[in-house]
T-cell receptor, first 114, second 114 residues
Framework: DTGVSQDPRHKITKRGQNVTFRCDPI?????LYWYRQTLGQGPEFLTY????????KSRLLSDRFSAERPKGSFSTLEIQRTEQGDSAMYLC????????????FGPGTRLTVL | AQSVTQLDSHVSVSEGTPVLLRCNYS??????LFWYVQHPNKGLQLLLK??????LVKGINGFEAEFKKSETSFHLTKPSAHMSDAAEYFC????????????FGTGTRLLVSP
């Protein structure tokens, strides 16, 4: 399968714990996006990487959130000191450098904070 | 700021009847518009996209959408619904000159009855 993959698919954690998610984009795609989708809502943009550079962060991304994309390949999203409000589906998408191309989405990581 | 409004949270149709999912957009740029579909426990899939070429856009699985600048609308249609069309549909706008962050509507759940 050469699509976008995310790991884990599900994560249950207790409030206050740290969690880390991984996204592997389509190999030739140099742009990578993270979105968050809460129940009954559309996905909301969190952050964007072009190669290894993080070029944009949403105000939704509080100081407890950090994302990296070392070497411009896979990306990780870490949430420190999780809160119940962090419970959501975290989606990763990748895009090749050309304009007007579609973003390909991974299956998402569903986070539940107890 | 760019935004989209999906006018119906739920649409119910019978199998074999037409589908209409409504979307209005707001954009200070010449917008790129998309429709994505999300089946339960599956990733987001692109149905079709408008990028300032033909105003009538044909997508996968018999769906099409018409861009109407005068009405700021981008409604999704299908002549005949199939049971497999039951899913969540998102109208999406992006900035073609920026880093192509996607802004999603709140979604329309399509229910198809036999």
């Amino acid at each position: 399968d050469t699509g976008v993959s995310q790991d884990p698919r599900h994560k249950i954690t207790k409030r206050g714990q740290n969690v880390t998610f991984r996204c592997d984009p389509i190999s030739e795609h140099n742009r990578l996006y993270w979105y968050r989708q809460t129940l009954g809502q559309g996905p909301e943009f969190l952050t964007y990487f072009q190669n290894e550079a993080q070029l944009e962060k949403s105000r939704l991304l509080s100081d407890r959130f950090s994302a990296e994309r070392p070497k411009g390949s896979f990306s990780t999203l870490e949430i420190q000191r999780t809160e119940q409000g962090d419970s959501a589906m975290y989606l990763c998408a990748s895009l090749s450098g050309s304009s007007y191309n579609e973003q390909f989405f991974g299956p998402g990581t569903r986070l539940t904070v107890l | 700021a760019q935004s989209v409004t999906q006018l119906d949270s739920h649409v119910s149709v019978s199998e074999g009847t037409p589908v209409l999912l409504r979307c209005n957009y707001s954009s200070s740029y010449s917008p790129s518009l998309f429709w994505y579909v999300q089946h339960p426990n599956k990733g987001l899939q692109l149905l079709l996209k408008y990028t300032s070429a033909a105003t009538l856009v044909k997508g996968i699985n018999g769906f099409e959408a018409e861009f109407k600048k005068s009405e700021t609308s981008f409604h999704l249609t299908k002549p005949s619904a199939h049971m497999s069309d039951a899913a969540e549909y998102f109208c999406v706008v992006s900035d073609p000159d920026g880093f192509q962050k996607l802004v999603f509507g709140t979604g329309t759940r399509l229910l198809v009855s036999p």
